[in-house]
C-alpha cells in the first residue's frame, strides 16, 4: 500500500507536466508535412527583394514614417547561437540592417529597400537578431549573437543619412542567451534570454530545455543608465518575443510551450502573472499593430526547423554535389496568427510559399503587413 501511495504521489506530480508535452507533441504532429492544411486570409501578397535580403529574424514598423527596419543575417546559415550550429570561419558572412519604404509607391525594390551604414562599429563581427526602435530619441536596439559573445547594441539611427551610429556594447551575467527587446524609453527595457544553458556550453543539455518546455528562459528588466537594477524577473520556457500589448501589460512568447504568457507590469517595473494562451504553433516574435491587436508568428512544425538549420551550413547553389544544393532548400513552414481579448486567437497564414517565419507586423492604417523569414530569401508583404 505505501508503494501504491508513492507510485500515485509520483503520478499526480509528472501528470501536468506529461499532459504539457502532450498537448504540445499533438500540435506538432498535426502540422507534419503530410496532413499540414494551409490558412490563407490575405487579400494579396508577393514576396519581395528574394534577390537583396535573406535570413531576417525580425522586423520593426515605424508607421509615423512609413518604414521598415529589418534585421538580417545570411551568416545564420554557419552561425547560430540559438540552434546551436557553430561553423564559424573567415569567410563566415556578417549582418546587416536594413530600411524599407513600404509607403511610398511605385518605388522600385532597389529604391525601397536600403541598408543602413554602421558608423564606428566593428561590422565584421555582426550578426542581428531581435531589434527595437524607438522612435522618439532615434535609438536602435539591437541583439548581437557576435562570435566574441553576445551583447545588445545600441545604435542612433540617421534616416535621411541611411547610417546607424554605434553608441554603446551592453555585456552584463544577465545578458546571456539575448534574444528580443521591448523599450521602455529613457534607457530602459525588457529583453528575453532564449535559454538557461547556451548551446555553446553544452549542446545536449540545450535540446533537452527546449524539447521538455523546462521554464530556463527569462525575462530581464535593464536600465543603461543603472547596470545594478538588472534584474530578472520572470522565467519562461524558450522565451522569444516580447511586447507590451497597453501601457500594463507584457506578453511574452514562448517557443517551446507553445504559448504567449501575459503580466501586469508594477511600477517598479516586476511582472505579476496573468496566466498563458496556448497557440498552435510556437510562437517566434510578436508585436502590436496601430488597433492594438496582438500578431505572432512561428513555427508550426519545429522539426522541419531543426533539419534546415542543422544542414544549411552545407549550402552551395553552385555546387555539382546535390547534398550540397538540396541544404539551400527551406522546407520548414509558416505561421502568423492575431489575438485580441474579444476575438481570440485567429490563424492568419500557415504553408509552406515562405518558409519559417519568424515576426509578423502589420500597419493598420495603411493595411499593410509584412511576415519575415528565418532562413528565406525576402520577405513576404501582404495587404489586407
Not at 33 to 44: A, D, G, N, Q, V
Not at 212 to 238: M, W
Not at 258 to 284: E, H, I, M, Q, W
Request: charge should be negative.
Amino acid at each position: 500500500m505505501a508503494r501504491t501511495s508513492i507510485y500515485l504521489l509520483v503520478l499526480a506530480a509528472i501528470a501536468p507536466f506529461l499532459y504539457d508535452r502532450y498537448l504540445t507533441f499533438s500540435s506538432l504532429a498535426a502540422n507534419r508535412p503530410s496532413k499540414l492544411e494551409p490558412i490563407y486570409t490575405f487579400k494579396k501578397h508577393e514576396i519581395k527583394f528574394r534577390d537583396y535580403i535573406r535570413n531576417c529574424e525580425d522586423v520593426i514598423l515605424d508607421e509615423g514614417m512609413g518604414l521598415a527596419i529589418l534585421s538580417c543575417d545570411p551568416g545564420r546559415d554557419r552561425w547560430n547561437t540559438v540552434m546551436g550550429h557553430f561553423h564559424a570561419g573567415e569567410d563566415l558572412q556578417n549582418g546587416g540592417l536594413w530600411i524599407y519604404d513600404y509607403s511610398t509607391p511605385g518605388l522600385a525594390d532597389s529604391e525601397a529597400l536600403k541598408i543602413l551604414a554602421l558608423k564606428n562599429f566593428n561590422t565584421h563581427d555582426f550578426h542581428p537578431l531581435g531589434i527595437e526602435f524607438e522612435s522618439s530619441t532615434s535609438t536602435l536596439y539591437v541583439v548581437n549573437h557576435a562570435q566574441s559573445g553576445s551583447a545588445i547594441e545600441i545604435f542612433h539611427v540617421s534616416v535621411k543619412l541611411l547610417t546607424a551610429t554605434h553608441a554603446a556594447t551592453l555585456k552584463h551575467p544577465l545578458i546571456h542567451t539575448p534574444n528580443s527587446i521591448h523599450s521602455l524609453g529613457h534607457g530602459k527595457f525588457f529583453f528575453t534570454n532564449d535559454h538557461y544553458v547556451r548551446a555553446a556550453v553544452s549542446p545536449l543539455l540545450s535540446k533537452i530545455e527546449t524539447w521538455s518546455g523546462a521554464p530556463g528562459g527569462s525575462v530581464v528588466f535593464f536600465d543603461v543608465n543603472d547596470f545594478a537594477a538588472a534584474k530578472t524577473i520572470a522565467h519562461v520556457p524558450f522565451a522569444n518575443g516580447i511586447a507590451m500589448i497597453n501601457s500594463t501589460t507584457l506578453v511574452v512568447a514562448s517557443s517551446s510551450k507553445p504559448a504567449v504568457y501575459f503580466y501586469d507590469v508594477t511600477p517598479d517595473f516586476n511582472l505579476k502573472s496573468r496566466g498563458f494562451l496556448r497557440t498552435p504553433a510556437g510562437v517566434d516574435n510578436i508585436s502590436v499593430d496601430g488597433k492594438g491587436m496582438l500578431l505572432m508568428a512561428g513555427h508550426p512544425f519545429a522539426p522541419a526547423l531543426v533539419v534546415v538549420s542543422k544542414n544549411r551550413y552545407k549550402c552551395n547553389l553552385e555546387s555539382e554535389k546535390e547534398e550540397e544544393r538540396k541544404a539551400c532548400e527551406c522546407g520548414a513552414p509558416s505561421w502568423a496568427a492575431e489575438w485580441t481579448h474579444e476575438a481570440g486567437l485567429r490563424e492568419i497564414y500557415k504553408g509552406n510559399e515562405f518558409c519559417s517565419s519568424s515576426m509578423a507586423v502589420r500597419d493598420s492604417s495603411r493595411g499593410i503587413g509584412m511576415i519575415s523569414g528565418l532562413y528565406d530569401r525576402g520577405l513576404m508583404v501582404f495587404r489586407e
